[in-house]
């Protein structure tokens, strides 16, 4: 038998009053030293040492898919959804880490939980230091019968106001079917310039491409491209991204959205 313990009544009052207390306590964080002003493209910033963040990824991906408990061809626009939580650290001014939950519900399907996904990021000196600034960054992620791997060469700079920030990721899925184990190799090119208006406020132009080799051929090339919008505030960050296919890539979604929300403590 369950126990529900009933909150008092004067909880709510005691609740925010100890909230506040804390926001007045305790030291504020920057959110802009880890901000992402574009959706897909990671910065050369990482977490100061201490830093902790937690991110919410949306991604929407706008495709037209076909039912396949029905007779009839769906041609419909239908959005496919994915979430992913993470938790962030600092493990030092250079290097940080973090741990993530993916969840996933794609057009006509049900909504279910992918799996984890662990990656680290470590940036070379200080910003400035070189012609481009550079990072790397590792992940792998465990989805039950997949395992990604994840690399990526982050380089940014920025000029006053203009920040620019190349990634050339490099993705090998393993999938272990009843006999057999399959590798696709991912390509996954993304490109971002961006315009800080005011500090809490920016905006700017992102590309995204994507392409597979499976069964050591190469598949369709992908790309897309579209506007990004940034805020910012004291304890928070949002960026929204919203992209348009420029090829036909079969499989691929005509559009993707992301949206990425992050708290700062």
Excluded: C
């Excluded at 057999?180 to 390509?187: A, I, W």
């Excluded at 805020?231 to 079969?250: D, E, I, M, N, R």
């Amino acid at each position: 038998m369950r126990t529900v313990f009933p909150a008092p009544r004067d909880a709510g009052p005691l609740l925010l009053a100890a909230f506040l207390a804390l926001a007045v306590l305790a030291p504020s964080p920057d959110a802009r030293a880890d901000r992402r002003i574009f959706g897909f493209t990671y910065p050369y910033m990482t977490l100061p040492r201490g830093g902790f963040e937690i991110e919410h990824y949306l991604d929407a991906g706008l495709a037209r898919p076909d039912d396949p408990a029905t007779l009839p061809v769906e041609d419909a626009l239908r959005p496919s959804w994915q979430h992913q939580v993470e938790f962030e650290y600092g493990i030092t001014d250079h290097w940080d880490f973090g741990f993530y939950n993916v969840f996933r519900q794609k057009a006509y399907e049900a909504f279910d939980y992918r799996g984890p996904k662990l990656r680290t990021r470590h940036r070379f000196g200080e910003e400035g230091d070189f012609f481009v600034d550079p990072a790397v960054y590792l992940e792998v992620a465990y989805f039950g019968d997949e395992i990604e791997i994840e690399e990526r060469l982050i380089l940014a700079k920025t000029w006053k106001k203009l920040e620019v920030a190349f990634n050339l990721k490099v993705e090998q899925e393993i999938e272990f079917e009843a006999n057999e184990t399959e590798v696709e190799h991912v390509l996954n090119p993304t490109l971002g310039a961006g315009w800080h208006f005011t500090e809490h406020f920016a905006a700017g132009l992102e590309y995204f491409a994507r392409i597979v080799r499976a069964e050591g051929e190469w598949g369709p090339y992908a790309d897309f491209i579209g506007p990004t919008m940034s805020f910012s505030g004291t304890h928070y960050w949002w960026t929204v991204t919203a992209q348009k296919q420029l090829s036909s890539a079969p499989g691929e979604s005509s559009w993707q959205v992301r949206s990425l929300f992050a708290v700062v403590f």
